[in-house]
Structures are given as structure tokens and as C-alpha cells.
Nanobody, 126 residues
């Protein structure tokens, strides 16, 4: 069955850079929009970025725009989220998800996704 697995999280300092990976199994990268979400304890889940290889479309939330870059490697069936200039408010558990909705300005308004990973924790010390 379809599985998504995040990796790359850890403890970093303010201003550091970090790259997260989302490895997909059981699906072709071109067939889905791959999105990244994050959630801090007691707070709502936030959609931060997505990538759709078939349409070659990208989306970045205002909270991370200019500090985040999303890309995909079809050979590895993996989507990467490169982050720089990390802030304390970037702390949270980061999830990747796959769905069939388009990746664009309306993507954050969608209520859910077809498949979810278990998440990887990012902690930015202040």
C-alpha cells in the first residue's frame, strides 16, 4: 500500500538550515501533489508548501516564503523541503502528505489529503 516516510528533523539553532525528506512508496511522484504541513503542540496544523511534478507547480505559505525550497527527485521517489534562516516559531512536527488536488493558491484551503506520513520533529532553539 501507499506509504510516506519523513526524515531529516532534529535539534537546530536559530538561523540554521535543514533539509527534510519525504520518501514515497507505492505511488508515482508524478501522480500526486506532495504537501508539507507542520504542527506545534496545542496548535492547528499549518500547510506550508506543496509540489506537483505533473503540472510543475509549487506553493509556499507566507510564513515560510523566501526561506523554504521544495523539490522532487523522481528517480528516488522523494520530495525534499530545504529550509534556511530557521526561527523558533518554525518548531513543530513536520508531515508530508499526498493527494490528487492541484498544488496552487487554493491548496491550503483543502481539508485533508489521501495519505499521510508519521512526521519528523524539528526543534529550533532560541
Amino acid at each position: 500500500q501507499v506509504q510516506l516516510e519523513e526524515s531529516g528533523g532534529g535539534l537546530v539553532q536559530t538561523g540554521d538550515s535543514l533539509t527534510l525528506s519525504c520518501a514515497a512508496s507505492g505511488i508515482a511522484l508524478d501522480a500526486y501533489t506532495i504537501g508539507w504541513y507542520r504542527q506545534a503542540p496545542g496548535k492547528e496544523r499549518e500547510a506550508i508548501s506543496c509540489f506537483a511534478a505533473r503540472e510543475n507547480t509549487l506553493y509556499y505559505a507566507d510564513s515560510v516564503k523566501g526561506r523554504v525550497s521544495i523539490s522532487g527527485d523522481t528517480a528516488k521517489n522523494t520530495v525534499f523541503l530545504r529550509m534556511s534562516g530557521l526561527k523558533h516559531e518554525d518548531t513543530g512536527k513536520y508531515y508530508c502528505a499526498a493527494d490528487e488536488r492541484p498544488c496552487g493558491n487554493r491548496w491550503p484551503l483543502y481539508s485533508g489529503a489521501d495519505y499521510w506520513g508519521k512526521g519528523t520533529l524539528v526543534t529550533v532553539s532560541s
